[in-house]
């Protein structure tokens, strides 16, 4: 049988491939701590399961294709409260994050076009391009500058006659960097001199650990067609199984297109989408501020404990819940396979992401990996710990078979 090469250039999640091991150590009666995946076990509010609970119909019905009107009003009166003024025909609901950034580079791709993403970056990303036929090129970002990308001399270089768009999360997943005000208006300017489309994915919006106003790309009003923004209730409210998200954009033209796949797919849920209107029209900055200590303070543990292990090398990140780590070991894939199959401290492992699928350069990030700091401060202390006496174990079976 023959596939698509679209589908063919796609590689497994490194966020999720390991899964079949973790059930196996499971059924072994192995306790598996989880740094691999950003689901936090911050309780979603109540107004989401009061408002699915108090939900009135004789049928459960389709959604309007854009969207359900409350969802939609409630989004604007949100970007209203940071400075964002909105219509609600320039909101899509789509089905989380994910399903906007495809709706988005279904429209604006064809075969061979290049999306310039600043890397290490979210996998998805890779998935996302492949099936429109486009490819990433990648912007290179570093630890020694604290992931930091956005500049003329970086960025303009890597624009040719394929280029479509660049790509950023803001603050960022894998590296928890934050852009600053004038990096963001450096990327807006470039998007504008060369024509391009500015995507930004901001679902990690509320997550900045200096405290400072909460902004969007889509302040820059004078850049209206050129930017798209990703937006998602998943981790602002916690909430990632109601699978909620949004594609925003003053661009009519790109929302008419994006409808059109908005249209095709019917809706998205109607009963997640009451809950989520709940969730924003509950939302206090008392909340958010509360949320954000609570990363902050897993954060600071994931560091301390870090920095206890030898040889390993990070950034303590501005914003988001997750780091990038370089480990003293040859192959971080090879290692997360050892600590599922053969390695147990007391009846414990752990699992990690490993680095390598959050690059399109090749034999890139090969010992690092992604940590999701979104559980509890004492699990995390224990998941830092069986990941250094994971190393220890692992290379000294690596030693020994030399």
Partial sequence: ????????????????????????????????????????????????????????????AYAPSPGVETLLEAMRDYYRTIGVSLSVDDILVTVGGSEALQAVMACILEEGDEILVPEPFYPNYTTFINLSGGRIRPIPASPETGYHYASRETIEPLINEHTRAILVTNPGNPTGVVLTDDEKRTLVEIA????????????YREIIYSGEALSSMLEFEDAAENIVVIDSISKRFSSCGARVGALLSRNQQLISHALKICQGRLCAATLDQMGAAALYQSMTPEYCTEVREEYRRRRDV??????????????????????????PVDDADKLQY?????????????????GEGFYATPNHGRSEIRIAYVTNPDDLRRSIELLGLGIAAYNQKQEASQ
């Avoid at 504008?192 to 679902?203: A, K």
């Fill in 1 to 60: 049988m023959k596939f698509s090469k679209h589908i063919e250039a796609c590689s497994l999640s490194p966020i999720r491939k390991f899964h079949p091991c973790m059930v196996a150590a499971q059924a072994r009666g192995i306790h598996v701590h989880h740094l691999n995946i950003g689901q936090p076990d911050v309780p979603t509010p109540r107004a989401f399961f009061d408002a699915v609970r108090n939900f009135q119909s004789d049928v459960l």
């Fill in 192 to 203: 504008q001199e060369h024509n391009l489309f500015l995507v930004s994915d901001e679902v």
């Fill in 302 to 327: 994931v560091v301390e404990s870090l920095s206890k292990l030898p040889g390993v090398r990070f950034r303590s990140p501005e914003g988001a819940f997750y780091l990038m780590v370089t480990l």
């Fill in 338 to 354: 050892f600590l599922l199959d053969e390695f147990e401290d007391n009846g414990e492992t752990v699992m990690y992401a490993p």
